[in-house]
């Protein structure tokens, strides 16, 4: 079991102060890893990193606009700074923004052709660019600098293997996802070894701030019709639990799985092997 073992390795975890971030935070630090909770918001995030120090390990908390490359440059020098390197970057950022400049989400009367490209640019740059290709760029110079190498785990979704109805742009966007997370792992592994390994995790669903709204009547709590359906087309019949990522969180940033690189793994319940029949 030593293989799972993170003790001395640092983890930074961008988007670490939402829901499933600061679960990932939790399980990483649980492990052994020293971390850096990384979030739009500061103070949310150190309340996450407040939350680890209680398995004994370092963590600290940092604010950080994940779509500003110069942003991410001087977050990762306070963090090479503060920690002495890194060995796990977690990708952790994204989401179907509501707030978005026009709704990227068809809901009668909006249909497809109402959706602005400004509304679906917003959503592809942040589930790629910031929670994927700038972090990665950014961060993987460090990483590929360290003699032990590094692990790079991204954070894809169910709409990366099956698209679901009424939200085009953030489909599309998790399934760009998950073809630069082969892209990169194959890229890493041919110019740099095996030092460097990049895999991803596809969370079937959980109720978060982002999809709340989509799942749960905002005055009852009851579940939407599309809420139901999910729970229907889910063979475990629940939504998942935040704490659930975290064994599959570990392997991945782990010596247990040093032989895989370049896979997405689903989290689901089962979602993506029912067919609904």
Known sequence: MKLFDLTG?????LGGSGVLGASMCAGLAEAGAKI???GTRQEKAE?????????????????????????LE?????????????????????GNRK????NPTTNPPVSFFDISGEAI??????????GAVLPSQVFGKVLVENPAGGVIINVSSMNAFRPLT?????????????????????DMAKNVGEKIRVNAIAPGFFLTEQNRFLLTEEKTGNLTARGQAIIDH????????PEELVGTLVWLASDASRFVTGIVVPVDGGFSAFSGV
């Open 99 to 102: 707030e978005a400049s026009s």
């Open 121 to 130: 640019e917003e959503v592809m740059n942040l589930n790629l660019l910031a």
């Open 47 to 71: 309340k996450v990193a407040a939350d680890c120090r209680r398995f004994g390990t370092e963590c600290r908390a940092y604010g950080v606009d994940a779509g500003s490359k110069p942003s």
């Open 234 to 241: 889910t063979p475990m019949n629940r939504y998942g639990k």
């Open 166 to 186: 009424r939200i085009p742009a953030y489909s599309a966007a998790k399934a760009a996802v998950s073809n630069f997370t082969q892209w990169l792992a194959v």
């Open 36 to 38: 850096a909770v990384c």
């Open 74 to 94: 001087s977050l990762c020098r306070q963090i090479v700074a503060d920690f002495g390197g890194m060995d796990i970057l977690v990708n952790g950022v994204g």
């Open 9 to 13: 390795k640092t983890a930074v975890v």
